[in-house]
């Protein structure tokens, strides 16, 4: 039940991410092996985008071969990047079906706004969306968010949404507030970033000596994990799991081995459990630390 919480991530399928990760894109043999092992293992949802190189082709291709079914959730462009005017917005529908063809479906479980500024700058943007949701093209419509902000945005303007997307690991929990409103909302929620893009694996002499709070705090978890011989990934994969509020974990993952230690990490649940407020206690409010965009040459 608690694997079936977890989302994979597939960025890696079409780019090489992430500040700890030396393999670069998977090959698609790989991506294959991994799919495979995710859907043996429980893991019914996948996390994509446009955006994400040839992720959703892989994704399409080891389905239509397979014939092994999955939720997916993936993201419309980045629109002003597509040169994309607000008059012209209903071209959503086209990068729609292009997503759709390329994941050889006939209709995905959710489809989210990738960057938020676009809400801000695309007035007609949540019509098209909702008009998708009509014809059934899509289950669910929603957004990803960096910041409360932008969710309170949301909010205000009571804008429906049925997903949300945030960043949410031992660091970074600024959307904790929310989480009780938006399940009252009946919205599933869905975080990302469990690992803070690596930096928590990272060797310290690759984090600048300026960036001392996280330098500090990446510290004292590593303390923690050794001190209660918890595996890291497994400190931080259980930490986010032990959220109620939180309907999947999307987990980032370059490797079979990487899907494997992360699969096997639930086994530490109480473990970790007994530990949740000493951990908890590590969280850094400070964005220009919990946000990768703002790291710049820091790591």
């Not at 259980?238 to 081995?257: A, K, P």
Request: aromatic residues 12%; hydrophobic residues 40%; contains cysteine.
């Amino acid at each position: 039940m608690l694997l079936k919480r977890l989302a994979l991530g597939t960025v890696q399928f079409g780019l090489p991410y992430g500040i700890a990760n030396r393999v670069g894109k998977l090959t698609e043999k790989e991506a294959f092996t991994i799919l495979e092992l995710a859907h043996k293992e429980g893991i019914d949802t996948l996390d994509t985008a446009y955006s994400y190189g040839e992720s959703e082709e892989i994704i399409g291709e080891f389905i239509s071969q397979s014939g092994k079914n999955f939720n997916i959730i993936s993201k419309l462009p980045y629109l002003e990047k597509e040169g994309i005017s607000n008059k012209d917005v209903s071209v959503v529908e086209k990068y729609c079906a292009k997503t759709l063809n390329r994941l050889k479906q006939p209709q995905i479980y959710g489809y989210l706004v990738h960057k938020f500024d676009n809400i801000l700058k695309y007035k007609d943007l949540w019509k098209v969306l909702e008009s998708l949701k009509q014809r059934g093209l899509i289950s669910k419509i929603g957004a990803s968010l960096y910041r409360p902000d932008e969710l309170e945005y949301l909010l205000n303007n009571h804008i429906h949404f049925d997903i949300i997307q945030v960043p949410y690991n031992i660091f970074d929990q600024r959307f904790d507030e929310y989480f009780p409103i938006l399940k009252k909302m009946g919205v599933e929620i869905y975080t990302r970033s469990v690992f803070l893009q690596g930096l928590f694996f990272l060797e310290m002499d690759r984090i600048d000596k300026d960036f001392k709070p996280a330098r500090d705090k990446v510290a004292k978890l590593r303390g923690i994990s050794a001190g209660y011989n918890i595996p890291l990934n497994s400190l931080c994969l259980c930490f986010v799991l032990l959220n109620s509020f939180i309907d999947r974990v999307i987990i980032g993952i370059d490797s079979m081995e990487h899907l494997k230690q992360n699969v096997a990490s639930v086994e530490y649940l109480d473990k970790v459990e007994n530990l949740y407020e000493l951990v908890k206690s590590l969280k850094i409010h400070d964005e220009q630390i919990i946000l990768p965009y703002n790291w710049k040459a820091r790591v």
